[in-house]
């Protein structure tokens, strides 16, 4: 859906990018991670057609953003880093005011109006000022004003910055419902726990060099090329008494069990889902009281520190 | 990978609306009105300060009215003179509140939008620019519309007095209304080209009051003639409602007191507003194009307007009159001409690929369109024009009113010398600023250069006559030194020697001139024309090379090729979603005992039921960080 071909930028005599290559494919949640200056911001504005490449090349949707920036405009829709909005209009009036400026025909723009405010859950809020919202409420404004002309790409600059844990995580659910709508979303951020929730696949990014890039797992799988071979859970139970990860070594599929750093049971399996449920039934057959289980795959986090080598912050 | 091309033909979903009717294009303007206007003016009617400063300015009107008028009429006058006087002072006092409010409000209008950083939504969404100018543009003109409104019960006290009329009242708003314009538009120009607002404010003020300031003295001193000559009798700026009021349909009342400041008002903000327009559009499209429409009209305006203005002489000074009118738009088409001298070598680069598919009347338009070969035709053009047009009017009008007058030889020869020699002089400025502007890539360098060339050609030569002989100055009606002959003005000396000695025959002696500013202008035509193609062909050369660079090094990277990367997808989707799967299933399925427990292990997972936030406790991997391959792209 976007593909970014050896992208260079300078500002100036500095060179913000270099070479910079990646491709987000259709339909995923992509995340653009990257400590300050960085150049996200950089790249995601050449993206959305503010700013020209100096050299390479950059696709949205099949369209060369410097060719034919009209085109990708209609196919992308952008939300700035540290976007404002009009302050003394209400949610309604906002959208409608956008739904105009893109030209959406005037007997589709209520519906239209309607139908983002629903899928942002805005509706309720819509005779509300904009002077007087919250940021979260603001954020979600922000990119429910992306969804009027209905584009297939969403680029959403530093979209969790500055929200509180619940509206990341209306946030995160929001993109969650924007991706089984299909449409490919790029979400950039400096912070790792952000977005290590939402996104199936990353580009990082530092001193404007791509230091890796692709689906999480993949970029996982090269880092450790030894835990390949397994997926893992983390199995939490109520207590944990002697022996209690014997009855798991029994099963065909399990590789490896091992005790967490804070107690629990961490089991690499081969396999899919079967095979978790086939631990669970034997934890509860061997009545073990299971609190949680939940899946331990290639942390994002994990990726980007070994990847960054301690070079942030 | 190249664009589909059905897309080039395909009508865009959400661009530009499909062309309509007249009739449904005025019914739009109310049921689908500019979304900018709407906007600005709920905007500002919901700020609290704005009505705050109606009532404030409205009671300081009312009060400078009293305070001043009172003041300046004593008790002696008479009522209907005291009228006139409060009638003045409150126009001049409305007048000076705008000239000072207007365009420091309208010029935050676009810079303000880049402050809070909606700007760049706004130009995303695809908004032509000349909508998103003339939407700022109309918001600020209401808003001072309705502050005039709210002003005028004010006028009031002066119709307690006499001596005004309804009518007065009326045309005085009017002109009101007629200076808020390029007031407006001054803000709007200024906003969209500057990054910060208070800059954008300043400059707007430090532009317009002066520009106000000295026009408000000249329309008073207008008022002094107007009174001998028409026999108005009130005093002050606003002495021309009652001109206009008295005489609307003599002649020359309504050339001058009617069309002529429409026209100029007109041109003028139609000039800012398309500069503002250039400023919003990237520098990717077409930009001239604006100016050269208002230019056809400005000068076409110009024309008429001589034709009237000659017109409007006395028998006796018709042919200096028509002379010194004509003589008089050298200035615009001096202006006109390094106007137009300002583009870059090559066409925008998105017009030039909309122009690939276009009709063949639209690519004969393309000769004279944006870039600076076509441009510099198009200046021509707009050069011959604004030189022969106004002398060819001038000449017309002076036969058509005074059929039987006997000095049309000399005047006609006096016009055709100054239209000769200022088209040769405003193509060799058109052509040499064109060329400085593509050698040195800067607009406001080869500006400054081309002008300070043309001051030094129309001083230089008198001084190095002076110098090579100090008595070659005194008898120039005889022989002009030829040094002399070159310089720029050369053509208005020769016209003014025409009509005051009758010596028709010196028409021939501005050949020298034309032929020296002609073949000048010719010369850096052919350097233009041969640079821009030079230029081109680089472009093309250097965009084959990157394309092909770019293709060699899409193929060292096998990882980004579409199919491994769509397998990647297709397994990642299917363990983003399995993920999510689990964990909820696992949940149910827990015996009821083990769920009732806490499970709160991640700060969001209390508000979140149904979910897990695994990654907040996640620095639990205990495999040492390996040195494994990354993909690193390798340069
Ligand atoms: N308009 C500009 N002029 C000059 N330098 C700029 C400009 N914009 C960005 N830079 C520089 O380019 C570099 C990359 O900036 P960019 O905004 O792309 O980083 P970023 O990754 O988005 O960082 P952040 O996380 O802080 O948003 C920075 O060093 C910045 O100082
Ligand atoms: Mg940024």
Partial sequence: MIRVEGVQHRFGAMQVLHDVWFTVPKGTVFG?????GAGKTTTLRMMATLLEPDEGRILVGGYDVVERPNDVRRVLGFMPDGFGVYERVTVAEYLEFFASAHAIPLDKRKRTVEAVMELTDLGPLRERLVSAMSKGMKQRLAIARTLLHDPEVLILDEPANGLDPRARIEMRDLIEQLQQLGKTIVLSSHILTELSDMVSAVCILEKGRVLASGPVDRIGQQLRPEQKVARAVKVRLLSYPEGCDAPFRELPDVAHV???????????????????????????????????????????????LEVTRGELQ | ?????????????????????????????????????VKELRTILRTPLFVRFLYLSTGLVALLVVGIGGGAASGSQPPAEVGQVLFQVFFSIALAILCLVAPAHAATSLTNEREIGTYESLVLTGMDPARIVWGKFLASYAVFALVLVAFSPVVGIAFLFGGTSPWHVLLGFYGLLLALGPAVALGVALSARLRSTRVSILLALL????????????????????????????????????????????????????VLPLYLTAMVVWFLLASAIAGVRPAAEDRSTPFKLWALAAVSGLVVIVFGVVTLFDRHDVPEGSVGVVAFTGFAMIQLATLFANEPPLPPRLWELRQESRGRLAKLAGLFGPGAAPTARFGALIVLLATFGPALAGGLARHYVFPTHDEHAQADAALLVIAAGYAAVGLFTLMFGTWLRIVLRSGVASRVIALSTLAGLAILPFLAAVLID????????????????????????TAVLIVDDNEVFRTLEVLVPVAFYGMLALFFWTLVEARVRNVRKLVAEQRVLREKRAEEAAAMRPSFTPPANQEAVATLAAIASGEHGEVSELRSSQPPDASSNGTTTGESSTSEPGTSDSSTGSTDTTEPASDAPKEEPSS
């Avoid at chain 2, 106000?212 to 002495?239: D, K, V």
Wanted: proline residues 10%; without cysteine.
């Fill in chain 1, 258 to 304: 091992e005790r967490g750093p804070d107690g629990f049971l961490r089991i690499a399996y081969h396999g899919g889902d079967e095979t978790v449920a086939a631990i669970v039934a034997r934890a509860v057959g061997a009545g073990l009281k299971v609190v949680r289980v939940e899946p331990e795959r290639d942390d994002l986090e994990q990726i980007f």
């Fill in chain 2, 1 to 37: 990978m190249s664009a589909p091309t059905e897309a080039v033909t395909e009508p865009t979903a959400a661009g530009t609306p499909p062309r309509r009717g007249l009739g449904a294009r005025l019914r739009a303007l109310t049921e689908d009105p500019n979304p900018i206007l």
């Fill in chain 2, 207 to 258: 532009v317009f009051v002066p520009f106000a300031g000295f026009g408000t003295g000249m329309l008073t001193a207008f008022g002094e003639l107007s009174q001998r000559e028409w026999g108005t009798s009130m005093e002050g700026p606003f002495w021309f409602t009652e001109a206009l009021a008295t005489r609307f349909f003599e002649p020359d009342t309504f050339l001058l007191l009617g």
């Fill in chain 1, 32 to 36: 653009f991670i990257g400590p300050n």
């Fill in chain 2, 470 to 493: 100090p008595s070659s100055l005194q008898d120039m009606d005889d022989h002009m030194p030829l040094l002399v002959r070159l310089t720029p003005i050369s053509p208005i000396i």
